[in-house]
């Protein structure tokens, strides 16, 4: 695949907490030199981010909600949803509740999703839900599969990048063997080299989480941090 193709399913990443408003300037910069499908930065970035970009939707703007653990209340999430949406973020990336999943608690996972994802589509934006697949058993990916199609979520995410294990090629053929043909996939969480961001795409992905895109769409191996 090219370097302009392989740009174009990339969301260059920023979520440290850490992060500076040098460093978010930059990777605006490089996301409209190599084509990047979107920035993804910290709640707090997002009104910069979009200056920065200069406004054009060429690039879109990406955040975070419940990150990276996911266990805040559905409440507290909303409120994040709609600060985001204030702010002007394109797409939201929303943790899920692990503590609930892993009680068996799937009525309250639906519950939260359903919520955020009426105020995100009512504003005409996308959602992208984070199920953190490295510490999910197949048989709890596959339940996120029919229960988040079921919700009409736009993507389906494998990792925040902070668990012990990040973006699987088995994960994401896994999941798309059992999402709704309308549901995508964002596989992210440790993506560094060029070969297995295209072995995720061959397995189903249709965006990637990246902290390492520069060096990986020009074939380079990416270092760092976990994202």
């Given at each position: 695949m090219s370097v302009s193709m392989l740009a174009r399913y990339i969301d260059h990443t920023i979520l440290k907490p850490t992060a500076s408003h040098i460093e978010i300037s930059k990777?605006?910069?490089?996301?409209?030199?190599?084509?990047?499908?979107?920035?993804?930065?910290?709640?707090?970035?997002?009104t910069f981010a979009l200056q920065e970009?200069?406004?054009?939707g060429r690039v879109k703007v990406a955040t975070v909600i419940g990150f990276p653990f996911g266990y805040s209340v559905a409440s507290a999430k909303l409120a994040e949803v709609e600060q985001a949406l204030a702010d002007g973020a394109d797409e939201l990336d929303v943790v899920i509740n692990l503590i609930a999943l892993k009680a068996g608690d799937w009525g309250l996972l639906e519950k939260e999703m359903r919520l955020l994802t009426t105020a995100i589509h009512t504003a005409g934006k996308i959602v992208k839900v984070i199920i953190e697949s490295g510490?999910?058993?197949?048989?709890?990916?596959?339940?996120?599969?029919?229960?988040?199609?079921?919700v009409g979520v736009d993507f389906l995410k494998t990792s925040t990048g902070y668990a012990e294990k990040g973006a699987a090629v088995e994960a994401v053929r896994l999941m798309r063997a059992h999402l709704p043909a309308g549901v995508r996939i964002k596989a992210s969480g440790g993506i560094r080299t060029a070969a297995l961001a295209q072995q995720l795409i061959d397995a189903g992905a249709d965006r990637l989480g990246c902290s390492a895109s520069v060096e990986i769409v020009k074939g380079e191996a990416g270092a760092g941090g976990g994202y």
């Open positions: 990777i605006c910069r490089e996301a409209v030199e190599y084509g990047f499908a979107a920035v993804c930065v910290p709640p707090p970035f997002v970009l200069g406004g054009d510490v999910l058993t197949d048989e709890e990916i596959v339940r996120c599969c029919e229960l988040y199609g079921g």
